[in-house]
């Protein structure tokens, strides 16, 4: 068997051009997804039913349906249900962003939940406003004890960008699939992609731990 | 809009087919992933230092790449260096394994650890052998509280199997973009897969939250 790694080096730019969109497809999912998922968790613990069984619904919906199947409906129901054409790239981040809000909305849910009902208890005592407690007093404690879940999250986003790739999304996946397609370098391909997933992500994950450790809660 | 469900409905047999593919490569997985999940674990805690280290490498790699990677590479590439082809079906059941295996050793070695050293210091004290005490004494209380991270791997199981559709598993997944292509309603096609995976995830993440809801106090030490 003759291998030929110089296909990897060759189409070493195409590889990069892929990696700085996986990257931006986490990074912008991210930043929706945090907010997202603090609505979402806000108003779960409303008062108003209405807003709280829709977030219930949402949340239970995406969680439990596989990321690839969210991100085809995505492709086919978005131009459709919206009649504005989306580009695969904005497609893509819609579907991840769903996605994510929902595992977020759970999140922040539990951390919120996490926080002693003294905490709140005290905050009306000094005379604050629901919302002032929730905002000045609960959020801030919240956010850092769902650090490390976050985290964890932002890892498997990571990963999970490479789904997009199914509709030519021209992420890292999706790039280096189609460089084998091109030149049958398939192992020499494939490979170069999944070190370069492993140097990306590697780092990530140890970061996770250590995020893990630092923030742990002691009871 | 109107929703034409007919191209689902003409296709049922085919895509009921698919459910069932879809459901025997979970099973198999997450059977295959619990065994040997549980094994890395162990050993990842109780081996010796050499083997722990390349366990911690595994696990740790298998959480930095993308489950679509290991798919791909394994159908694809892995023929060439070993020169034997596997099925679709079977490529993705170790693909897949190999990938959540990764994960139930982090589960297995998160519920060993948070057992309190005390309990197996109590152990020896009581003249209880390594072996006894990890069996005895700190298996059962840990097993309780992996309870709820392992059902979740079974919905996450689940939920990956569909990214068998890339390397042609015909499982469900694929049999909608199947019937999709080929009916010119996907639309349709993929709000019914969007009701079937939703009809078999859901009571399975619920039924995990009632089992464990009952069997929570186990746990307690």
Redesign the interface.
Known sequence: ?NYDWSVVWRNADVLWEGTKVTVFLAVTTMAIAIPGGIALALMRLSRIRTLSIASAVFV??F???????VI??AY??LP??TGVRFSPIATAIVALGLNVSAYNGETFRAGIASIRQGQSEAGYALGMSRFRVMIDVILPQAVRRVLPVLASSW?SLF?????V??ISVGDL?FES?RV?SQTFR??EM??A??VI??M???P???LVDWINNRYRVSE | ?SLDFSAVFTSWQFLLAGVGDTLALSALTIALSLVLGGAIGLARCYGPSGLRWALIFYI??M????????L??TY??LP??TGVTLPPFWAAASALTVHISAYVAEIVRAGIISVRPGQSRAAFALGMSRTQAIREIILPQALVRMLPALGSIL?IT??????A??IAVPEY?NR??TV?GQSFH??EV??A??VV??TI??PV?RVVDIVYARLAYLGRS
């Open positions: 068997m239970e919906l969680r439990n349906l596989p990321l690839i199947l085809y409906s086919y129901i459709v249900a890892v990963k999970d960008t490479s789904l790739s199914v996946a699939m084998r398939v192992l494939l490979t992609m999944a997933y492993w990306l992500g590697y990530q994950a140890k | 809009m740790d790699s959480r930095s790449i993308p489950v679509l990677v290991v791909v590479w694809f590439a060439i260096v919905s689940i939920k990956d199997t569909a990214i559709a890339v997944m909608s973009q999709a996907p639309i993929f709000l897969a969007t995976y939703f995830i859901f993440t």
